[in-house]
């Protein structure tokens, strides 16, 4: 992507995601591929007073630019699942309520609900809990991430990836819908879990849904 418009992008991301209440705050963080590494968001900027020339630039070599903001805690995690992910060109991270709940209590999003497949995987497992900003919490999040497009964070929040950014953010949605919908069925006793054909019969199901490219394709 073209950095001036990575950056016009990552605003409208914080935005997005502020406005449909997947974030809070300044908790969730955001980060384009652009040529020669990467743009993220800032670290601690509220998303109403983010402009384009607040995103930092992290060249391939994982070092940020020193000379404007602070990059996002947060950027050794983009920068690995990006060099990780050549399928990736957005890397979305944010602290949604549901998905939090169920990463504070170890439990992955199960195949309950077909549209666990927008993951990219018929679950969405959980990486173990490293501190925030560290390498140890980048390569576990790579780690678990690996075959899917999303994962959830122990104690911490949730992660998506996707070849555009409205897919990473589309995705982020549906993973907090699939959080919601998971914290509901258990809380009146647990669901029906979806067998392995029924799962694979949804998959082609997908194939002839919508006009676009399908979120749960061509994974790397
Ligand atoms: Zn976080």
Do not use: K
Not at 174 to 197: D, H, N, P
């Amino acid at each position: 992507m073209q950095e001036q418009e990575a950056r016009t992008a990552l605003v409208e991301i914080m935005r997005r995601m502020h406005a449909s209440g997947l974030n809070r705050g300044t908790s969730g963080n955001a980060s384009l591929r652009v040529r020669g590494g990467m743009l993220i968001t800032p670290s601690g900027i509220a998303p109403e007073a983010l402009a384009p020339d607040s995103m930092v630039f992290v060249a391939d070599d994982g070092r940020p630019d020193t000379r404007g903001l602070r990059p996002s805690t947060e950027f050794r995690m983009h920068h690995h699942i990006l060099a990780a992910r050549r399928d990736a060109q957005a890397v979305v991270h944010c602290h949604s309520r549901h998905a939090t709940i169920l990463a504070c209590c170890g439990r992955p999003i199960e195949p309950i609900h077909y549209m666990v497949l927008v993951s990219g995987g018929s679950s969405v497992r959980v990486a173990p809990y490293a501190t925030f900003g560290t390498e140890e919490l980048a390569r576990a999040v790579v780690a678990t991430m690996a075959g899917s497009r999303a994962c959830l964070m122990a104690n911490h929040g949730q992660i998506t990836i996707g070849e555009t950014w409205q897919q990473a953010l589309a995705i982020a949605e549906e993973v907090e819908e699939q959080a919601a919908v998971t914290y509901g069925a258990l809380l009146i006793g647990g669901a029906v879990r979806l067998s392995e054909t029924a799962l694979r019969d949804a998959e082609h199901a997908f194939e002839n849904y919508g006009q676009a490219p399908r979120p749960h394709q061509r994974l790397a």
